[in-house]
């Protein structure tokens, strides 16, 4: 019995990345389905993250204060840096993220994440902080991978074509229920293209974190400060797109304290911890395999749910998403591999000259 529970603990051990994406995914899935729930209910998308970024700003503040890693003091020009990408990245995107919702099905706004690392990728080339190498294959791979996850998104959007019979929810003559179909020809184009404002504005925030994070290495305490600036630049935006609707920013024990509460304490907080971890370990290429599963849990309970009907043309906008996703992150790691080997390379020869020198 001793044996086969130690047995059990390391096999868990072992799979412990992996157990950890599997949850992450299925966090974000709920947070595309809660956060849909609230939004066609009535709650107002500004007000939405504002209570989001508050309640994150709050579960995460306690571990940034205990925060171990020591870092320079915090100057005037580095927090007005910080508040800026602060404003383009958390409170921009999320803004976008959520007023988009309102005219797109959550299954659309789950395949829409998989375009972030094309978006990244992309506009990393024209900031030049990516490099390409157009006669290499793993070059190549990152091009046609980005083409393909932006055009697997525009399918997706815009082309339904016949529905599928098994996940055809109601006949012909009969009217969809408010939450499956956008209301006129204008949501049409309007939800996805905030959706994908959303991502493009979110995959510049990731390009600044890396040039943040080299001034300021203390990560927690990093993402602390910026949910509380966007805290407060999304309180402004609220209190005057709401200015005449006080009511807009009452919660009760409903589903939109539920989806604020979740998106703020589980997506901002744990899942936070769970990808840092994940990544120190696995490394980021194995963290990006895993989200492509994100949109086929939120299509599986979209249609349970919501009753939302898929179409062949979503089916074939899926599988260009996830092929183009793979290729980047396919070419991405065979780059990183070949960056490293000639790192170690010069590292060998530099140990031999010091070698030489010194005798």
């Not at 958390?90 to 998989?114: E, G, H, P, Q």
Request: glycine share 6%.
């Amino acid at each position: 019995m001793k044996s086969f529970l130690l047995g059990c603990v390391a096999t868990v051990e072992k799979n412990r990345p992996y157990v950890a994406m599997v949850f992450i995914q299925f966090v974000y899935a709920g947070m595309a389905l809660l956060s849909k729930a609230a939004i066609s209910k009535g709650m107002s998308p500004y007000v939405f993250v504002v209570y989001r970024q508050a309640f994150a700003s709050l579960v995460l503040s306690p571990f940034a204060f205990f925060e171990s890693n020591q870092s320079a003091p915090l100057s005037c020009n580095f927090l007005c840096k910080l508040f800026l990408v602060s404003l383009v990245g958390l409170t921009l995107s999320s803004n976008l993220y959520y007023v988009s919702i309102n005219y797109t099905t959550a299954t659309f706004a789950a395949a829409s994440t998989n375009t972030v690392p094309a978006i990244t990728f992309i506009m990393a080339l024209l900031l030049r902080a990516e490099s390409i190498f157009i006669k290499r294959e793993h070059g190549l791979a990152k091009i046609l991978g980005s083409i393909l996850s932006l055009s697997g998104a525009i399918t997706f959007a815009l082309v339904k074509g016949p529905p599928l019979s098994f996940m055809k929810w109601y006949p012909e003559n009969q009217k969809h229920t408010p939450s499956t179909i956008v209301h006129s020809k204008v949501d049409i184009f309007r939800g996805p293209l905030l959706m994908l404002s959303a991502n493009t504005t979110w995959s510049l925030w990731l390009i600044l974190q890396g040039f943040v994070v080299k001034q300021y290495p203390a990560k927690l305490r990093l993402t602390t400060l910026q949910c509380f600036f966007s805290f407060m630049q999304s309180t402004v935006v609220a209190v005057a797109v709401e200015r005449n609707n006080p009511s807009a920013w009452k919660l009760g024990w409903d589903i939109h304290l539920l989806s604020v509460a979740y998106c703020g304490v589980i997506v901002t907080g744990i899942c936070y911890w769970l990808q840092v971890c994940t990544i120190e370990s696995k490394g980021p290429v194995f963290t990006a395999m895993f989200t492509p599963l994100a949109l086929i849990i939120t299509a599986i309970f979209s249609a349970l749910l919501w009753k939302e009907t898929l179409y062949l043309g979503s089916v074939g906008g899926t599988v260009l998403l996830v092929i183009g996703l793979y290729s980047v992150l396919w070419g991405k790691s065979k780059e990183n591999v070949k960056v490293q080997n000639l790192e170690a390379q010069q590292t060998k020869e530099e140990s031999k000259l010091e070698c030489i020198v010194q005798h």
